[in-house]
């Protein structure tokens, strides 16, 4: 907080606190941060992982009063359910994704995925929120062979790497697909390469008269 403070110019001498505001404070200034839809951009364009803490955090507050982990990931949990996606075997300790405790499979996120490209209230939103394919936020270098046809977000902790969300087919075709890879016995560089070489496969796909377009 005091760094906050200081990189916004104001010099904070003493020792700094927690405390309770008291009734009598009088509220100095008012600061309306961005908007959700902006909020959840910037998350996943970057991966910016203390903002998706922040965002399950401020689910708590928003459904239980309460600010936590546990309040979060329950109201995650129940927001998922209401949507009809299986949370059956799903495990979330955190917001940002980066403990190892966290379990999800590729076939639920496909769920997930496929859900939010069709809704009507949030899913303009979120499908342009993504990384787009050799063009921006943490696609920006990556996914050469997919110019522009993939949106996706990223994954990557030591021996984890993953790639999750929207490719554009060669006739067309509007597909979903999630793929995780755990424990490889390469470098992070080699994985990534591989997972990027198969959602460039994917774009050069033709799926024209298949029953089902979504992968």
Same mark, same amino acid.
């Given at each position: 907080?005091? /760094?906050?403070?200081?990189?916004?110019?104001?010099?904070?001498?003493?020792?700094?606190?927690?405390?309770?505001?008291? +009734?009598?404070m009088v509220s100095l200034l008012e600061f309306?941060?961005?908007?959700?839809? +902006?909020?959840?951009?910037?998350?996943?364009?970057?991966?910016?992982?203390?903002?998706?803490?922040?965002?399950?955090?401020?689910?708590?507050?928003? %459904?239980?009063?309460?600010?936590?982990? =546990? @309040?979060?990931?329950?109201?995650?949990?129940?927001?998922?359910?209401?949507?009809?996606? %299986?949370?059956?075997?799903? $495990?979330?300790? *955190?917001?940002?994704?980066?403990?190892?405790?966290?379990?999800?499979?590729?076939?639920?996120?496909?769920?997930?995925?496929?859900?939010?490209? +069709?809704?009507?209230?949030?899913?303009?939103?979120?499908?342009? /929120?993504?990384?787009?394919?050799?063009?921006?936020?943490?696609?920006?270098?990556?996914?050469?062979?997919?110019? *522009?046809?993939?949106?996706?977000?990223?994954?990557?902790? @030591?021996?984890? @790497?993953?790639?999750?969300?929207?490719?554009?087919?060669?006739?067309?075709?509007?597909?979903?697909? $999630?793929?995780?890879?755990?424990?490889?016995?390469?470098? *992070?560089?080699?994985?990534? +390469?591989?997972? %990027?070489?198969?959602?460039?496969?994917?774009?050069? =796909?033709?799926?024209?008269?298949?029953? %089902?377009? *979504?992968?």
């Open positions: 907080r005091r /760094a906050q403070l200081g990189a916004n110019g104001i010099v904070v001498e003493g020792e700094v606190r927690l405390g309770v505001v008291p +009734d009598s309306e941060g961005k908007s959700l839809a +902006d909020a959840v951009q910037l998350f996943l364009k970057y991966s910016n992982n203390t903002m998706g803490e922040m965002l399950v955090k401020a689910l708590g507050v928003h %459904d239980a009063g309460v600010g936590s982990w =546990s @309040t979060g990931i329950t109201a995650v949990r129940e927001q998922l359910e209401g949507l009809g996606i %299986d949370v059956a075997g799903l $495990s979330i300790v *955190d917001g940002s994704g980066l403990s190892y405790q966290n379990r999800v499979t590729p076939r639920t996120l496909v769920s997930a995925l496929r859900v939010e490209k +069709d809704s009507f209230g949030f899913g303009p939103e979120f499908v342009d /929120a993504l990384p787009v394919a050799a063009a921006d936020g943490t696609l920006e270098k990556r996914t050469g062979g997919a110019v *522009d046809r993939v949106r996706a977000k990223t994954g990557l902790l @030591t021996q984890i @790497t993953s790639l999750s969300g929207y490719a554009m087919s060669a006739d067309g075709q509007s597909l979903v697909f $999630s793929v995780l890879v755990n424990g490889f016995s390469g470098g *992070d560089e080699a994985a990534m +390469d591989a997972v %990027d070489y198969f959602a460039s496969e994917l774009t050069k =796909s033709r799926i024209s008269g298949a029953p %089902d377009s *979504d992968q």
